[in-house]
């Protein structure tokens, strides 16, 4: 039977004969059943928690993931060992039969003898086909014995007729059988079981297996999610993980009878330096699985934004003074587990390369994967030639003799719609020492590149493909330095490179006229974009400068655009409009998202800043792209309608839309005509109340009719006529293309008026988006907000009931009836593993009546109220919010006022401002200090 992985000769975690001893002693001196099994299980207990202790101490002190692995399953081994003798002298003293009627056996992960330290283990009871009467009593006594330990127990009791019979109709008990392992009893009974199963059930139906776990691998995936490059991975279930590499071990044992991945080695076109990679992920793994377990004492397989840093320091990746920064630690840790998730997804395809190959002559065959005759073959250009529905190449040498094949390969492939074969595949990986400064600057490469990468039938596939094999980043080493590397904050979902890619495949999306439904705007300007390339290119380099560069983000994203632009050839002109997109590819969602919108000093800046219609329309497809590409469910309506009211406004400016242009001197004159405009037409269309309109049209400011057309304007005046009668009045009306429901609040202006709305809806779990706040002369508020639900929809859509509590709570407090206390804090989770550190940013330019403040710091509930009540505190005013939040951060821009009218320029002023709003975002910090301080201490 298979004894695990490897067999190491460090010493056991216990003594197993001393174990029995102890066992045999309590046998003797405890007649009493009860006080037995309670004195076994103290034993028992007190033995496992020693065990672990030491292999822990071993982890530590540096042994390696397998070997931690083999010594939990060996300190396992010892206590059923024990268990097993107990039972049989208990209940069969001095007797033979009962020990050789039954035989226990490990299967599963527990019969691969590697566990992690919470690991269920999995016993098969084999049993003589003349059970003897103790048989069962035995089985119970050690099931019990091990529940009352704490152990989790999957149990089978089987004569080897019964394993034989459900192995033929179950692949799931084939699988556990194929690793079973004996561990105490009749030895004979688990020999014959293997050597039945390996003639009765195992020769002739290899394809079938391989068939059956390919399948199931997939479906596995597709649960766990079917990229290797979540940034919460399932070390055990994901994609790139613990199983891919089982599964591939499984069929190894399965074809060739091998006990440890040393031995593949013996497997033709399998190198040595493959087999090391095999066994240098399976080591990686199992101590990143191990080290989840014991820090969180459960079963714990994914690895969660708060087990990162527990995981990576203990694993080394910072020094001994945390020199590094624990940011820094997690990222380097993490790209090492993505490095190593993709050659895990490398070596899949060589094992199978190696399958195809080993059993393409036997008659059988493996179906899909191993034909029953030599597949057909059909030439295509150069070196190239299709099997099987796969894209192969002539040998290794073909590389050698013109390297740029290596990027036509894919070229080819994505021409013709195919896979790589495995054997092409592998060939490729050892060939990545011949991509150096020659084939980069190479312009019959460059071109192939930039066909696949700007023209390509499926771009996201091949260039996914590209990078899996490692030429990618070869190629473009901009693009290398950011394989695998993890942005250590909750916002985002995937790895930079995985992030980046998917960019790419949202504008190949776009260009084959899909997603219109959620990104008109960008469907739409796509094909009046002139330059496809230099688009493709600005998202596929956008994110090169993340890292710590110096310059920051943008700047060094931008250097290194102009570095591969450059290197691949393309005219200053171009080079130059790549370069312009990466350093501002932020530039838009900012705008949109935290700046007011309706005020025209933010659309002129904006419009200054991209300079020409051009830069607009890519600017606005690669920033929908980069959203998009973040993580499911952050492309939202709000933020869609956003970019396309800020795209419109601007490109009005560039269609000659200038307030001089139309014989005004400034903007202020614009918004006086249409102010104008608006209120004749509203009092013209109320003929009953035309005096009342007048008079409430004449209060309101200027800038309130910009934004609102003509039937939102006679809404409000209705609600601010109920206001009067009733002290305050709320309506709310569903905004579908927005993904939010709009709610409209009409009061007597006072001080704090704001804080109590928001602490309104933040005791009801509504989420602002945006505000906006309108005074009027005559001393009303009229204040507009963009709400939403907890996942983004429009609050209370579906829930009339949760919508008209919301409308009274607000009433409520727009009459300064008992204002809503701040929520209370929920528990900050994952959220607690991430170091958020407070920022207030005071700008006087930004608009020319407001002072804009934008605060960053942890997200909370409450926050809102609590920022929104510091401004009240200080005699400020808000005219417009925008909130958002990105995973654990919050970003809130804020357009002030104060009770004059004017902007905050008092120097004194603005200090203490900025001090007060620090102090709020900092009130959840020692909080987020006292999680942190318990989860170090649970890691030890």
Same mark, same amino acid.
């Given at each position: %039977?298979?004894?695990?992985? @490897? ?48 292999? @822990? ?15 939990? =399953? ?49 016993? !098969? ?56 392992? &004996? ?76 006990? $440890? ?65 624990? +940011? ?88 013709? *719609? ?8 592998? +060939? ?28 390509? $039938? ?7 493909? %590209? *990078? ?17 590397? %993890? ?40 094909? !009046? ?50 370069? &312009? ?9 900012? +705008? ?45 309506? &709000? ?90 009045? =709320? ?29 309104? %809806?933040?005791? !009801? ?97 409450? !926050? ?77």
């Amino acid at each position: %039977m298979p004894t695990g992985l @490897r067999t190491f000769s460090t010493p056991p975690p216990i003594d197993g004969e001393a174990l029995c001893a102890a066992l045999d002693e309590i046998g003797r001196e405890c007649a009493d059943p009860g006080v037995r099994r309670a004195e076994v299980v103290r034993l028992l207990r007190a033995t496992l928690d020693r065990g672990r202790a030491d292999v @822990r101490a071993r982890l530590d002190a540096g042994a390696g993931g397998i070997e931690t692995a083999r010594l939990l =399953a060996q300190l396992v081994d010892e206590i059923v060992v024990a268990l097993h003798r107990f039972a049989v002298a208990c209940l069969s003293p001095g007797e033979a039969p009962l020990a050789q009627s039954l035989s226990v056996v490990a299967v599963g992960g527990y019969g691969r003898g590697t566990m992690a330290p919470c690991s269920d283990i999995d016993l !098969l009871f084999l049993k003589g086909s003349r059970s003897d009467a103790g048989v069962e009593p035995a089985i119970q006594v050690m099931l019990y014995t091990l529940w009352d330990v704490g152990f989790k127990v999957g149990h089978a009791s089987r004569t080897v007729d019964e394993c034989l019979r459900f192995a033929r109709e179950d692949f799931t008990i084939r699988t556990s059988l194929l690793e079973a392992r &004996w561990v105490a009893g009749d030895q004979g009974l688990a020999d014959a079981l293997k050597r039945r199963f390996r003639r009765e059930v195992v020769d002739g139906s290899g394809a079938e297996f391989v068939a059956a776990k390919l399948a199931e691998r997939d479906a596995r995936h597709s649960k766990a999610g079917a990229s290797r490059y979540m940034v919460e991975p399932d070390v055990k279930e994901g994609k790139g993980g613990l199983r891919d590499l089982n599964t591939l071990f499984w069929i190894a044992q399965y074809l060739h009878p091998v006990d $440890q991945p040393s031995e593949l080695v013996r497997l033709q076109e399998f190198t040595r330096r493959e087999v090391k990679a095999f066994v240098r992920a399976f080591d990686f793994l199992w101590a990143t699985r191990c080290y989840m377990h014991f820090i969180t004492r459960r079963p714990e397989e994914r690895l969660t934004f708060d087990l990162q840093p527990e995981v990576a320091r203990l694993m080394g990746y910072a020094d001994a003074t945390g020199a590094l920064g624990e +940011t820094a630690s997690v990222e380097r840790f993490m790209r090492r587990y993505f490095l190593i998730a993709r050659e895990v997804g490398v070596l899949t395809r060589i094992f199978c390369a190696k399958l195809e190959a080993e059993h393409a002559k036997q008659p059988q065959g493996l179906a899909r994967l191993l034909p029953r005759r030599a597949p057909r073959q059909r030439e295509l250009e150069d070196a190239f030639y299709e099997e099987a529905g796969r894209l192969n190449v002539r040998g290794e040498q073909a590389f050698a003799a013109d390297p740029v094949r290596l990027i036509r390969i894919f070229k080819v492939a994505d021409a013709n *719609n195919l896979d790589l074969h495995p054997d092409a595949f592998a +060939t490729v990986t050892r060939s990545l020492n011949l991509i150096g400064a020659k084939l980069r600057r190479d312009p019959a490469a460059a071109r192939a590149f930039l066909d696949v990468l700007a023209f390509g $039938q499926e771009t996201f596939r091949t260039l996914t493909l %590209m *990078n899996e094999a490692g030429v990618l980043g070869r190629f473009l080493p901009e693009f290398g330095r950011i394989v695998g590397q %993890m942005q250590f904050n909750m916002y985002h979902a995937y790895t930079t490179d995985e992030h980046t890619l998917r960019g790419v495949d949202v504008i190949a999306e776009l260009a084959a006229g899909r997603l219109a439904k959620d990104h008109p705007l960008a469907v739409s300007v796509l094909p !009046l974009v002139a330059d496809r390339e230099a688009l493709f290119l600005a998202v596929l380099l956008h994110d090169t400068g993340k890292g710590g560069a110096p310059g920051g983000q943008s700047l060094a994203g931008a250097r290194n655009a102009r570095i591969a632009c450059e290197r691949l050839g393309l005219n200053p002109e171009r080079v130059d409009t790549v370069a &312009w997109l990466v350093e501002h590819h932020l530039l838009m969602s900012e +705008t949109a998202q935290k700046r007011d919108l309706g005020d025209p000093r933010t659309i002129s800046a904006f419009a200054r800043t991209v300079a020409e219609p051009e830069r607009l329309r890519a600017l606005a497809i690669l920033t929908a792209a980069d959203i998009r590409a973040v993580g499911p469910g952050v492309w939202n309506g &709000w933020k869609g309608q956003l970019l396309r009211q800020l795209y419109m406004a601007t490109e009005a400016v560039f269609r000659g839309g200038r307030p001089s242009d139309l014989g005004f001197e400034s903007v202020d004159d614009v918004q006086q005509v249409l102010a104008a405009s608006a209120r004749k037409r509203l009092a013209a269309a109320h003929p009953e109340a035309a005096e009342a309109v007048r008079r409430w049209a004449g209060s309101m400011e200027d800038a309130y009719f910009v934004p609102f057309p003509a039937r939102a304007q006679a809404q409000h005046f209705a609600l601010v006529e109920r206001a009067e009668r009733d002290g305050a009045a =709320a309506s709310a009306r569903l905004m579908a293309d927005w993904n939010a429901v709009e709610i409209t609040v009409a009061a007597r202006d006072r001080r704090g008026l704001f804080a109590d709305l928001a602490g309104a %809806m933040a005791g !009801l779990g509504a989420n602002i988006v945006g505000a906006r706040v309108y005074t009027s002369a005559s001393g009303g508020a009229l204040d507009v907000f963009s709400v939403q639900d907890s996942l983004g929809g429009p609050y209370g859509e579906g829930d009339a009931r949760g919508l008209d509590r919301l409308l009274s709570a607000l009433e409520r407090a727009g009459r300064g009836e008992g204002a809503e206390p701040a929520p209370e804090a929920a528990p900050l989770g994952r959220a607690a593993a991430f170091a958020v550190a407070p920022r207030v940013v005071v700008d006087n330019d930004a608009s020319d009546m407001a002072t804009v403040v934008e605060v960053s710091g942890r997200d909370r509930p409450g !926050l809102l109220q609590a920022l929104a009540r510091t401004f009240a505190s200080a005699g400020l005013s808000v005219q417009s919010a925008h909130v958002e939040s990105f995973g654990e951060r919050a970003v809130d821009a804020f357009y002030l006022i104060t009770a004059d009218g004017l902007k905050l320029s008092d120097p004194h002023a603005l200090s203490a401002l900025k001090a007060a709003l620090t102090a709020v975002l900092l009130e959840i910090e020692p909080a987020v200090e006292r999680v942190r301080a318990k989860a170090a201490a649970r890691a030890g």
